[in-house]
């Protein structure tokens, strides 16, 4: 349901703008005085969220908090829903004058609350849960065709999904799968069989569909337990920790290690923001673990000598989601990086804003996503 709001003040502020707009991140509609620099710049009317950087937040948060009854003029930065993309583009990067705005309005569909201050975990904005009943449905064949779809109008396919890709083919139809290709992205020279990550995708779905079979199941959990080994071996060297630090962890919380080595085993490289793009915008285990053990509350180890980071204020479940949530909305200025062959950054003043919280990122020229973590705020305690 739409409530709309007005406010008759003749005169407005950076701080008033704040206090009624920006804190709780409304959707905004600014008019402004005929003859004004921004009447003259865009018209009479613009809309769209109000940018702060996160210094910028603080100071006002800190006016407001003092009850000091500043009503200081400054410029206004909006991201803007116009049709006209130019000027958005002003609108982001320069502004107008609180002074020249006649009036200001705003017109909500949620509940109005302050998400910058909230201290307890979060979730996700406009989430839909449908339930799904898999039945017989074959994750293993919707993966395949995806992974087809990709090939002619997707973003390219990642090595690690090449082989996967290779390996479903080869799973469901052998003779699709050339002698040379096989050599190449199947067979493990070293070992004189499958890589292990095919050994895994292949047995996964044998044991699956003979869950009795004694053999599949010894060949599966063999090559699982050599993932985990592997990958336990990343995450020591990841946090500076030995193993003891692990079974430390363990003992002190049970619950958070289960999931930790569930993911230990179960984590797959794979391309997080998938249509749309030129680009493959990826993350391996070794990117994965690094955000996770220093951004997860319940992954967080004790005696890491690289420090830990600030928290996400999220289930497991959803970080992923914001990640690539703030991934598409940077879609355009990541792509146009990588098209430069440059990486992508952002951090400090520049975080990228979502949720009420600023995120620092950073995804290298090959589309490798090598940062990703929330802003520090004071004082976080999750519940």
Known sequence: ???????????????????????????????????????????????????????ERERLKTV??????????????????????????????IGFQASDISHLSTMDIDSVKNEYDNRTTKRIPHTVNIDFESGSFSTEKALEYIYDSRLSSGPPLIPYEQQKHITLKYLFDKSS???????????????????????????????????????????????????????????????????????????????????????????????????????SIHWDFDRFIHIYLRHYKDFLIKGSSKGQGTNFQYRYKDIRRVIEIVLKNNKEAIEAKLDAGRPFDLYDEQGYYYNGDYYTFRVDKNGRLMQFHPHEKSNITLS
């Open 177 to 279: 799968v050339t002698e040379d290709v096989f050599q190449m992205h199947l067979f493990d020279p070293a070992t004189g069989y499958f890589f292990n990550d095919v050994t895994i995708t292949v047995f996964k779905f044998f044991h699956r569909e003979m869950p009795s079979d004694i053999k599949t199941r010894s060949i599966f959990f063999q090559a699982l337990t050599k993932r985990r080994n592997e990958r336990i071996k990343i995450i020591c060297k990841q946090l500076g920790i030995a193993k003891k630090h692990l079974d430390t962890f363990k003992a002190d919380n049970p619950q958070g290690y289960a999931e930790l080595m569930q993911v230990v085993i179960g984590f797959e490289p794979e391309t997080i923001p998938v249509w749309g793009w030129r680009h």
């Open 1 to 55: 349901m739409y409530k709309y709001y007005m406010n008759d003040t003749p005169d407005y502020s950076i701080e008033n703008i704040y206090t009624q707009v920006g804190q709780y991140d409304r959707y905004a509609i600014f008019q402004f005085y005929p003859g004004s620099a921004a009447y003259q710049s865009y018209g009479s009317t613009v809309y769209g969220d109000v940018l702060y950087t996160p210094s």
């Open 64 to 93: 407001i908090q003092s009850d000091n009854d500043n009503h200081s003029n400054g410029q206004v930065f909006l991201k803007g829903a116009l049709r006209n993309k130019e000027l958005n583009a002003q609108l982001k990067t």
